[in-house]
């Protein structure tokens, strides 16, 4: 049953496979339904900070947690300007305002965004199907609409594996925040405010590029560090953007979050490639391979780094290195989930990067160390 009061309008989640849950459409029911790459985040809070993550551009979030809006909503929890997910999916939605900052209701606030949702979802075995067949194409559709046509649109939705989405995100003109401290520039492929917000708590002065700026036109504004935004899509279909990076490494200190630690990556050689279902949620283990600490992390992302071999998990506890033409990338960080590569430093170059988020927007604030060290190398 929903826990949100009213009529209700039936609905059906679809997946590539012809999977289908019924449910009940929240939010803006009038719409004629959306389609996405449907994956899942199991964080227990953060819902509008995750749908306004222009990281989730191109897909539809489907929450673990059963209860979804119960603090209600504000604009101060927001990542971006609008929402960029293509819909949510949910066990039961709630609409109440009882946190002491709420501005309104979730439902409400959907519907006042143009966002789709459904509740009502058996999100447990949804998520247990994603779990064992990987994240697939999906759409969220009124009961209405006839199955066959659900699946024609399905299947007319472009793969997640080769699509450049960070022209869809990133800002039209570059934008300058004011900061007595280093001067960052940011190639923004899908920043998040509270990344931003961490930088300038730090005195940084932040100019923001369209993710097309040139490496000529990103070091004429004389950077003191490079920052690689976090963002939605594959780096794989970034070349553009992995050609500025190449020719910046070196050249001025280069750190990178996410999408950002992946196309460094590629800038110096490295591999990337698609996770079976991803890393969305508050609750990862990361094990900082420099210090020893174990740090409980805020994740969000569909492909990771490749091993030295070309491997897609790091195996035994030796140090593990990459030869580059910019000399070695040593490993930093590594998922004690799966043991994918969570962080790399360059030891010839000033660069370091993190595949998760130390800003935890939402999450557990335990790498939020990590933003001092950016800092540390700019002004090094």
Known sequence: ?????????????????????????????????????????????????????????????????????????????????????????????????????????????????????????????????????????????????????????????????????????????????????????????????????????????????????????????????VFLANGPGDPAALGYVVDSVREIVGKRPVVGICLGHQLLCRAVGLETFKLPFGHRGANHPVKDLETGRIEITSQNHGFAVQGPAGEPKIEGDEPVRWDTEFGAAELSHLNLYDRTVEGLVLRDVPGATVQYHPEAGPGPHDARYLFDRFVELAAA
Request: proline share 4%; charged share 25%; net charge negative.
């Open 1 to 225: 049953m929903s826990a949100v009061n009213g009529s209700t309008t039936p609905g059906y989640v679809l997946l590539e496979d012809g999977t289908r849950f019924d449910g009940e459409l929240r939010g803006a029911v009038d719409a004629d339904g959306v389609t996405g790459e449907v994956v899942f985040n199991t964080s227990m809070t953060g819902y509008q900070e995750a749908v306004t993550d222009p990281s989730y551009a191109g897909q539809i979030i489907t929450f673990t947690y059963p209860l979804i809006g119960n603090y209600g909503g504000a604009k101060a929890a927001m990542e971006s300007d609008r929402i960029h997910a293509r819909g949510v999916i949910m066990r039961e939605a709630k609409n109440g305002e009882h946190a002491a900052d709420a501005e309104g209701g979730w439902v409400d606030w959907l519907r006042d965004c143009g966002a789709l949702g459904i509740d009502g979802v058996d999100t447990r075995a949804l998520v247990r199907h994603i779990r064992d067949g990987g994240a697939m194409r999906g759409g969220i559709f009124p009961a209405e609409l006839a199955e066959g046509e659900g699946r024609a649109r399905v299947e007319a939705e472009p793969s997640m594996a080769g699509a450049d989405l960070a022209r869809t995100v990133t800002p039209g003109e570059p934008i300058e925040l004011d900061g007595s401290g280093p001067h960052v520039v940011g190639i923004d492929t899908g920043i998040k405010l509270s990344i931003i917000r961490q930088l300038r708590e730090r005195g940084c002065r932040v100019t923001l590029l369209p993710c097309t700026a040139t490496a000529e036109e990103i070091l004429d504004r004389d950077p003191d560090l």
